[in-house]
T-cell receptor, first 119, second 114 residues
């Protein structure tokens, strides 16, 4: 089974600064998707960014970008110009894309990193 | 358009009772999946339904079951509740349930078992 590891239970960053959250995963598959989700106090999971494993180019979404190292099975999230609204729990997630037995919407989540933004 | 709606948002049950949670997906979405979130175990996949059929199931006992209706709304049921079933139950929906589709989560149903 796939496993996702987030080794930083808590992180903090000064407002306007940059922070990087780490994620590693273990899989024997070659085709998959990786995600970062944000879970604010409301508990609703919000998609931050997505990376297809077959793409070499790192995904970016405004202030959010990833460093995807497929060989190292590493998928870190960089948040630039941190804002108070970025404070939340961040989860790294894996989803298989193995055809024809791909597992639909079965995600494997890491244990999360709680991000605090200091004014 | 309306997001994923879960009801009830909060509930308290007694050990041994059963509970039913409901999830209304985003209009047009045919795939609904359920997750359990606890402080100790994190987020764990329960099952996924697509076009009224269970397509995949996580490693949970048979006390956990679900179904999906023709309008894509889904329910999950937990029978013979145990204290360890206390958790946030999250529902997620997507258009076709294929890996390329973005999935959207609801705000969850908080279940407390006493």
């Amino acid at each position: 089974a796939q496993t996702v590891t987030q080794s930083q239970p808590e992180m903090s960053v000064q407002e306007a600064e940059t922070v990087t959250l780490s994620c590693t995963y273990d899989t024997s598959e070659s085709d998959y998707y990786l995600f970062w989700y944000k879970q604010p106090p409301s508990r609703q999971m919000i998609l931050v960014i997505r990376q297809e494993a077959y793409k070499q180019q790192n995904a970016t979404e405004n202030r959010f970008s990833v460093n995807f190292q497929k060989a190292a099975k590493s998928f870190s999230l960089k948040i630039s110009d941190s804002q108070l609204g970025d404070a939340a729990m961040y989860f790294c997630a894996y989803r298989s894309d193995r055809y024809p037995t791909n597992t639909g919407n079965q995600f494997y989540f890491g244990t999360g990193t709680s991000l605090t933004v200091i004014p | 358009k309306a997001g994923v709606t879960q009801t009830p948002r909060y509930l308290i049950k007694t050990r041994g009772q059963q509970v039913t949670l409901s999830c209304s997906p985003i209009s047009g979405h045919r795939s609904v999946s359920w997750y359990q979130q606890t402080p100790g175990q994190g987020l764990q996949f329960l099952f996924e339904y697509f076009s009224e059929t269970q397509r995949n199931k996580g490693n949970f006992p048979g006390r956990f079951s679900g179904r999906q209706f023709s309008n894509s709304r889904s329910e999950m049921n937990v029978s013979t509740l145990e204290l360890g079933d206390s958790a946030l139950y999250l529902c997620a929906s997507s258009l076709a349930g294929v890996p390329g589709n973005t999935i959207y989560f609801g705000e969850g149903s908080w279940l407390t078992v006493v």
